[in-house]
């Protein structure tokens, strides 16, 4: 069929086509965009579970080479008697970091930190801070569990299953502190050339340190922190992060390793009672119900 005489052909989109196309485009991505930010998110949180997982299963290793004795906060190792350099330092071997072991042991006492320090297993992906991350840990250990002679697999008489081994703890100046995995006591450290800040070992519910730690009431079977209301933080900023506490970057709730190897997730909400009783290894407590 031909077509009629004065008719032109269309070379291409109206201006009101080509908007309607851009406003089509821009529908299709605000519903995506939450989909692949929720994906994203998960596939973090995963990732940072298996960290604390390989953690825990590598700190189990270590008391299995050492009848059953725990790695101290404090770089005390009670079963051989003798200091160590840190608590993740002494389980290095465990986690196939034998080298940054070695590295550490034969530079101890230079104040510049190696980009060889860099432990990505230690640190959280989904901590969102570009920090230098040399030396840094967001999984922190118990000061309730693993401290001098109560270091050991038999003084979890509540049970592995009903203890927090490690929970999270946001590692960048949390109260002005860095929690750096070389450090077995609260002294200072200089990360780089331009200035010193302070740093603390990374644990929590660690009473040596100050940190909000729980009490349990005579026979009551009732465990609540030092500072009533208490207990961790969620996604908290710089300004209002207490290094008292255990932190997550996730506004949900926390991850935490407990001493049978299991990785979960402790609610926001968690009732004060509930938390304090998993974070004692020996409290006799109640602590179902959350």
Known sequence: MKRQTGQKARNGLTLVEILVVIGILAVLMGLLLPAVQKVRAAALRMQSSNNLRQINLATLGYASANQDSLPDVRGFNPYLKKNGISFYISIFPFLEQGQVEHQFTDDFGNVTLHSSWVVPLLISPEDPRPEPKQGVASYAPSGQVF??????????????????????????MCGGKYLYYMNSDSSTFPPNSSG????????????????VVPLTQGNSRVSTGSIAGLTF????????????LAQSPNPNGMLVGFGDGSVRTLAKGISEQVYWALVTPSGNELASGD
């Open 196 to 211: 010193v800040v302070g740093t603390r070992r990374p644990s929590f519910a660690d009473k040596e340190l100050g940190d």
């Open 233 to 244: 933080q969620t996604n908290p900023n710089v300004a209002d992060c207490d290094p008292r």
């Open 147 to 172: 401290w001098g002679r109560s270091a050991h697999l038999n003084a979890i008489t509540d049970g592995t299953s009903q203890t927090i081994f490690f929970a999270e703890h946001m590692p960048f």
